[in-house]
């Protein structure tokens, strides 16, 4: 009877080693990590539920090259500790055609060698870093460039809004010294004097020394950088403490999590970012509307970026033809794509360049305010 059941579970390892690799192969893998825990894994669902809508939207479509698409996902907590082992994880293991970040730019940079070095595409969905994209030809970023984003906040309050007495209040870490380094460059093109500058830690909730200072310098607008979790507790002490003049963020803030956290203050809050929920363009429309049908909550920036690095990656496998990394590459790099964040077409370094989307908190949502598009510049770097 033992040696029955011996033979018999020889047999069902075999037939599993034999239809193994021909099952695995019915599908096409899309490696994909985000902060699913930690400080950030609000980001990380928006972000992962729209590469999620993306991959089924996809399938129903009828898949990719006659296959379905399938995504691979592990949580990096935000860490870039995490990220490197994911990595691997997804290029050794799982044998992804292409990587994509849903994470923060610590993550993004940590991974993107591993990708580089291992020659398979990889896309950054949001993180801002301009190191990025300089681990290499098989790394590209569908988001803007903290820099850029940052000059385009200068364009916004010196010249479209008018205010040239501005305070900066910078989030001290790659994200926010990215922005900063923008603005400061761009400040004096549109006459903008920075009367008032002061920085925090991503730990800190409590900001009532630089409230106090603020008010001090009574500014005209101020240009503060943060993620919701760091802005929404900022602009609430601000407006708490009777300073009225506007509040210009970026794309930090763009969650329906900063509204509920400032509450009130949040009234009137103006943002640079990547998704128009105004938008008549069907493709951001219609993937507003699906979005918030699946997930269950309001769309965000991480949700359309997450969504559009799921639609680069697969309409670059489609017209490749194939799923061999060189292949991939080539088409990544010819690619033009409108999706719900825009027009998606790479420089020379696998930067994107589009129109920067401004949004402001109006009856507890975000609304159109205005859009950015000047080629001039939103110019990304070529090298």
């Known amino acids: 009877m033992k040696s029955k059941i011996a033979v018999w579970a020889l047999a069902c390892c075999l037939?599993?080693?034999?239809?193994?690799?021909?099952?695995?192969?019915?599908?096409?893998?899309?490696?994909?990590?985000a902060p699913l825990?930690?400080?950030a894994a609000s980001d990380g669902k928006s972000a992962t539920e729209g590469a999620k809508l993306a991959v089924s939207q996809i399938n129903a479509a009828g898949g990719v090259l006659g296959k379905k698409l399938e995504l691979v996902v592990y949580d990096d907590e935000a860490k870039p500790a995490q990220a490197i082992p994911i990595a691997n994880k997804l290029i050794g293991q799982d044998k992804v055609a292409v990587g994509i970040s849903g994470s923060y730019s610590g993550a993004t940079r940590s991974a993107a060698g591993i990708f580089q070095e291992s020659k398979i595409p990889y896309i950054s969905a949001y993180g801002i870093h301009p190191d990025i994209t300089r681990a290499g030809e098989y790394v590209f970023r569908t988001?803007?460039?903290?820099?850029?984003?940052?000059?385009?906040?200068?364009?916004l309050i010196g010249e479209m809004m008018g205010k040239k007495k501005v305070v900066m209040i910078t989030l001290q870490n790659?994200?926010?010294q990215s922005l900063a380094a923008g603005f400061e460059e761009m400040a004096p093109t549109y006459g903008i004097d920075i009367v008032g500058s002061y920085q925090y830690s991503i730990k800190d909730r409590q900001f009532g020394a630089i409230v106090a200072k603020v008010k001090a310098d009574n500014p005209e607008a101020i240009y503060a950088s943060g993620y919701y979790f760091t802005a929404g507790p900022l602009v609430n002490q601000l407006r708490a403490a009777g300073v009225t003049c506007p509040i210009i963020g970026q794309e930090g803030y763009?969650?329906?999590?900063f509204i509920e956290i400032a509450g009130p203050a949040a009234e009137g809050v103006i943002i640079t970012t990547s998704l128009d929920r105004d938008s008549q363009v069907p493709e951001t429309a219609d993937f507003i509307r699906a979005f918030e049908a699946q997930a269950g909550f309001k769309a965000d920036m991480v949700a359309a970026s997450g969504h559009t690095a799921v639609m680069v990656a697969a309409d670059a496998i489609r017209r490749a033809g194939s799923t061999d990394p060189g292949k991939v590459l080539a088409a990544m790099k010819t690619t033009d794509l409108k999706v719900s964040t825009g027009t998606i077409r790479f420089?020379?370094?696998?930067?994107?360049m589009?129109?920067?989307?401004?949004?402001?908190?109006?009856d507890g949502n975000w609304h159109h305010y205005a859009v950015i598009d000047?080629?001039?510049?939103?110019?990304?770097?070529?090298?």
């Open 15 to 33: 037939l599993a080693w034999l239809i193994g690799p021909a099952m695995a192969a019915d599908t096409i893998k899309i490696g994909f990590h």
């Open 143 to 155: 988001s803007f460039l903290g820099h850029v984003q940052g000059k385009a906040g200068a364009k």
């Open 374 to 383: 000047d080629p001039e510049l939103l110019a990304p770097p070529e090298k």
């Open 174 to 176: 790659d994200f926010g």
């Open 354 to 362: 589009k129109a920067v989307q401004v949004q402001v908190v109006k």
């Open 254 to 257: 763009d969650s329906q999590k």
């Open 37 to 39: 825990t930690g400080f």
């Open 347 to 352: 420089n020379a370094l696998g930067e994107v």
